[in-house]
């Protein structure tokens, strides 16, 4: 498809279980951000690739939250030890990148994750 | 420091009735300006963007938004709400030197018949 692409769309684990979240950014997209959406809440953003250089990892909220971008394009989001707070929804968006600065982001559905 | 505000978590309107969303922004540089929209269980579509292009921006869906520099503003409106504009609305503003957007904590529509 020509979206963003995430999976899975919803996944349910128990208490301190590692879980891995998948995105598939838009192709040629060089900028893949990740953000949290807790309920009723706004966009909290975790961390942001952008082509080859380091990420910016500012927002992750603990050292529980790792991500990697293989090869400039799919990336994983991974919370280790996973704790009830970590319950949102998990958004991944790309953009054309090269820090335009107007470029907008193009959003996949999300990952809803629920932890019980 | 680039933020945004948007005022009211909740707007309530008619159908047919004016929408206004509201956005503040404070920014250390001329800022980039944009609103999202949300359905239920989607991420979020860009409506429109402002880029110093013109302060009049129109979007899709029939919205549009005005940068009003003297107020830091960046208001949400359409003429005529329809019923399938209920969503949650985000504003953002970028981040310098970098494609990141800091976003507002938004807005949710709801339209009444």
């Known amino acids: 498809g020509a979206g963003v692409s995430q999976s899975p769309s919803n996944k349910v684990t128990e208490k301190g279980k590692d879980v891995e979240l998948r995105c598939d950014p838009i192709s040629g997209h060089t900028a893949l951000y990740w953000y949290r959406q807790s309920l009723g809440q706004g966009l909290e953003f975790l961390i942001y690739f952008q082509g080859n250089s380091a990420p910016d990892k500012s927002g992750l909220p603990s050292d529980r939250f790792s991500a990697e971008r293989t090869g400039g394009s799919v990336s994983t989001l991974t919370i280790q030890r996973t704790q009830q707070e970590d319950s949102a929804v998990y958004l991944c968006a790309s953009s054309l990148g090269q820090a335009t600065f107007n470029q907008p982001q193009h959003f996949g559905d999300g990952t809803r994750l629920s932890i019980l | 420091a680039q933020s945004v505000t948007q005022l009211g978590s909740h707007v309530s309107v008619s159908e047919g009735a004016l929408v206004l969303l509201r956005c503040n922004y404070s920014s250390s540089v001329p800022p980039y300006l944009f609103w999202y929209v949300q359905y239920p269980n989607q991420g979020l579509q860009l409506l429109l963007k402002?880029?110093?292009?013109?302060?009049l921006v129109k979007g899709i869906n029939g919205f549009e938004a005005e940068f009003k520099k003297s107020e830091t503003s960046f208001h949400l409106t359409k003429p005529s709400a329809h019923m399938s504009d209920a969503a949650e609305y985000f504003c953002?503003?970028?981040?310098?030197?970098?494609?990141?957007?800091?976003f507002g904590t938004g807005t949710r529509l709801q339209v009444f018949p």
């Open positions: 953002a503003v970028s981040h310098p030197n970098t494609d990141k957007l800091i």
């Open positions: 402002y880029t110093s292009a013109a302060t």
